[in-house]
């Protein structure tokens, strides 16, 4: 879904666990579907539910004390196969940044593409914010896209995070690839007409 990025602030759904890949965010079961619409309602789906499918409240999306748009990950989160349908599932859900230490990088440019902000942050920093969302669920984090900055506003910690410009640019502005080139079209066509030469 199209966003616009500026500011987030919202409190956060705590996942400590470290490689978390593709297929425990969404199993390989559901991707038959082509459509982005649903995913999110099997977002986890393996952890979510036992197997007689009741929820499983052991797990923290139904644990009523967390929730939010922001996502607090451990390392190496969405590694395994590059399938997009993890990002659909993310944001079909309602997460708009994901934040952990390390990104797999095809799945980061996955949440990129699909209007979810990877934020990445040294280890230090994930471990506070985990104990800090832990010791009180209405802990409430910013995401300044903007000033690429992430600030823990119950303790004022907060750490710079890199983002590719033009994936910035586009988040900022609500824009995909298509309309990125769309926006450009004018441009495209007057180097076009300036460079016809060089088509010989």
């Not at 393996?46 to 748009?69: A, P, Q």
């Not at 985990?130 to 506003?153: F, G």
Request: hydrophobic fraction near 40%; aromatic fraction near 12%; charged fraction near 25%.
């Amino acid at each position: 879904m199209k966003q616009k990025f500026d500011v987030i602030r919202s409190t956060c759904v705590p996942l400590p666990l470290e490689n978390v890949d593709t297929d425990q965010i969404i199993p390989a079961r559901f991707l038959k579907a082509t459509s982005k619409e649903g995913f999110g309602e099997n977002l986890f789906r393996d952890w979510r539910y036992n197997k007689d499918g009741s929820l499983n409240k052991n797990f923290v999306l139904n644990d009523e004390r967390f929730s939010g748009e922001i996502l607090v990950a451990g390392k190496n989160f969405g590694s395994g196969s590059s399938r997009e349908h993890a990002a659909w599932a993310l944001s079909g859900y309602g997460f708009r940044v994901v934040v952990s230490s390390f990104f797999a990088d095809i799945h980061k440019q996955n949440e990129l593409n699909n209007f979810v902000l990877p934020v990445t942050v040294s280890q230090e920093f994930l471990e506070h914010l985990l104990s800090s969302i832990k010791d009180d669920p209405k802990t409430i984090v910013e995401v300044d896209l903007p000033r690429q900055l992430i600030t823990n506003l119950s303790s004022f910690r907060q750490e710079s995070f890199e983002i590719n410009q033009y994936k910035k640019h586009c988040l900022i502005n609500g824009l995909d690839d298509i309309d990125f080139l769309l926006e450009n079209k004018d441009k495209i066509f007057a180097w076009e007409k300036a460079n016809q030469s060089l088509r010989h």
